[in-house]
């Protein structure tokens, strides 16, 4: 994709990482005209984020690209230990449940971040849209009308601007903004994508390595012949060239450096939790690694980050399309600041061993209840709560109609009048077998949360107005 000296469009996304392409895909589905732009010349090339929470593969359902997460994807292996080059026996690190009609994903799925990436970015150019590679921010300027970005290929001119550049982002510091946070662990750790010989270790265990020499991890990436490798180090710099790491492996596994047949991707960092002190500067937001930086323990910075996107996305749509109130965007860093704070601290609980991966890590049970959208209850459920799965009474899913763009009037056992609109931004349905529902009505957002519940319509058309939802046309 090229781009002219001077080109114009609605958002303009900066940074091709999950929350920037899932954002996109978000926007071009409902229309929106979204310009992703990425500094480097293709997607990064590391599994880094491997681990796909429940709530996040409900998102990515909805977005439309389940089918190829569940392709690409598998179910976390069960933890195996070793120590002196013999099996001390296996644990299972995480949570796991079946499926229910409320909750049909019970347990996290293992994607390579670099095939999230590739499956969201195919999406895209489904829908019409793409990135611009090669690309990196030089600057940005505000007005009253919009945002003025300056890149590496020319000038763009958006109505706002969304930084999903990661932790090192240049849009935060272009706004200003600032983040505070603290080292949550001063050792240095390794990650790297490794190819080990057949013969030499199964893909069936998440073996864990541990020995004087230190703690190394391997785990088998699903849908591909990979191995994550995370090795923490007491000190100094770790070596990530592939010499280094087949060294590395050789001298704190039973394997040899022969064993290892492929470095495919490596780096190190240093553990820390993160968060901006606000995500919105005027017309630009912070989404992902841009507003938090997670410790990769807890398995939350890619799911927290697509979710950032998914809130942002249909409040921008409604703004720029629907005629909703500007005000509508402040509740984006309403709604997302408290759950990036609480996750952060999830994530750093998990990493020093305080916590385990349990319900909390799925995100299933995270919501805005105390949020400026909440208004009402009904039911079991308060508004602000995920709008659980189940099914219709026609032999379809809730998730089914809920998937799209649009807001669904939900009505479960009873025969209260819904409003007469008929526009493409609403559909009703009513139920009598939604057992996590209680009986009542509830206004389930684009981003699969009930926004206003009741146990009739009395003061919904006021709610739908202030989301630029205007059910008085019919």
Sequence with gaps: MELNSVKETDVLIVGAGPSGLALACDLARRGVRALVVEQAASLFPGSRGKGIQPRTREVLDDLGVGGAVREHGGAAPVGMTWKDGERQGAYDMFRRAEPTEAEPYGEPWMMPQWRTQEILLARLRELGGDVLFSAALTGLSQDGGGVTARLT?????????????GG?????????????????????????????????LDRVDWHIFLGEAGLLT????????????VARF??????????????????????????????????????????????????????????????PAGGQGLNTSVQDAYNLGWKLGQVLLHGAPAALLETYEQERLPVAAEMLGLSTRIHRGEQERGTAAQQLGLGYREGPLASGRAGLLEAGDRAPDGPTGEGGRLFDAFRGPHFTLLAVGTDAPLPAYTGELLRTLRTEGAEAYG????????????????????????????LGLDLNSA
């Design 153 to 165: 290929t020319g000038e763009v001119r958006a109505a706002y601007l969304v930084g999903a550049d």
């Design 168 to 200: 090192r982002s240049t849009v935060r510091r272009a706004l200003g903004i600032t983040m505070t946070g603290e080292t949550v662990d001063p050792s240095p750790t390794l990650v790297a994508d490794v190819r080990i010989a057949e013969a030499a």
């Design 218 to 229: 391997l785990c088998p990436l699903p849908g591909t012949a990979d191995f994550q490798l």
């Design 234 to 295: 007491e000190d100094g710099t770790p070596d990530t060239t592939p010499e280094g790491v087949r060294a590395l492996v050789a001298a704190r596994t039973h394997l040899s450096e022969d064993d290892v047949t492929e470095v495919r991707w490596s780096s190190d960092f240093r553990p820390r939790a993160a968060l901006a002190d606000r995500f919105r500067e005027g017309r630009a937001f912070l989404v992902g690694d841009a507003a938090h930086v997670h410790s």
């Design 439 to 466: 009986k009542g009505l509830f206004l389930v957002r684009p981003d699969g949360y009930v926004g206003w519940a009741g146990e009739d319509a009395s003061g919904l058309a006021e709610y739908a107005g202030r």
